[in-house]
């Protein structure tokens, strides 16, 4: 099954996007601003809802959109067999390098793959992960139903998207979830005369109707969070110095581990696990 004409071409552009910032994706994972914190915390929700899984080692794992390795490597060293995929070759060598330099290279194996076709078998796998993958495709049900077909029956499924209901994006005027109906709508017109974007296309979600699609494709979610609570930004410019704002990001993101009303919800990655129904 092929995704759109439309669909294809989005996909091209995003990949070649992600191609000439490989570089950034991987610092992103050890520099100290607000946004690298966050996605840093990140990684470590996912590693966290996983290791309460306990699953035995040996376990067959996929990390779908594996970036520059750190998902990867990082259950590679917990003991999984990872197979990790990504559409973008520089972000295969970082991986690659990665594992090599952690000492797990025998561990994770490699491949240029699509999310909305994966090369693998049916219920290959205990566990598959998908980390910053989803906000980047305009449709998530085809590869929803990929890793749903890849993972085994009682498997589990990791993923994240960006909250459209984020305090982040309530922020930032050029994110603002009201606005971003007109803001698609004007990147159309601009594509009909030839004009590209300088960012890859980005679809936030909201964490309610993931679930819903979620169990609709038959997952029971077992467990979900909101993470993120900056760089607060105006017109991408930041709102507070980085010091402070990774103060109020930590106490912000306390209060919604801890289950607070409202704030729970206003953390800009949504992080959702889910089981595969197992077969009758």
């Not at 992080?271 to 077969?279: D, E, N, P, T, Y």
């Amino acid at each position: 099954m092929r995704i759109s004409d439309d669909n294809d071409a989005v996909q091209l552009f995003t990949n070649r996007y992600f191609a000439r910032h490989a570089s950034a994706w991987a610092d992103i994972y050890q520099s100290k601003g607000v946004k690298d914190v966050v996605h840093q915390e990140r990684l470590h929700h996912v590693l966290g809802l996983v290791e309460k899984l306990a699953l035995p080692a040996g376990t067959r794992a996929l990390d779908v959109g594996c970036g520059a390795g750190y998902a990867a490597v990082a259950l590679a060293q917990r003991g999984f067999d990872v197979d990790a995929i990504d559409p973008v070759p520089a972000m295969l060598d970082a991986t690659r390098s990665r594992a090599l330099r952690h000492a797990v290279k025998p561990r994770v194996r490699t491949a240029s793959g699509d999310v909305h076709s994966l090369p693998f078998e049916d219920h290959a796998f205990g566990l598959v992960i998908a980390l910053g993958v989803l906000p980047w495709l305009p449709s998530v049900v085809r590869p929803l139903q990929e890793m749903g077909r890849v993972l085994r029956p009682g498997g589990c499924l990791v993923v994240t998207t960006d909250n459209l209901w984020s305090l982040r994006w309530w922020v930032e005027p050029l994110n603002n979830p009201l606005i971003m109906p007109a803001k698609q709508a004007a990147h159309r017109v601009l594509k009909r005369f030839g004009r590209e974007p300088s960012c890859a296309p980005w679809y936030p979600t909201s964490a309610g109707k993931l679930d819903r699609l979620l169990q609709h494709l038959g997952f029971e979610k077992t467990a979900g969070l909101t993470a993120g609570f900056g760089p607060l930004t105006c017109f991408n410019r930041e709102l507070v110095p980085a010091r402070w704002g990774l103060v109020l990001h930590r106490q912000m993101q306390r209060l919604a581990n801890a289950g607070a009303p409202i704030v729970r919800s206003l953390g800009c990655h949504y992080i959702v696990m889910a089981r595969k129904a197992r077969m009758p």
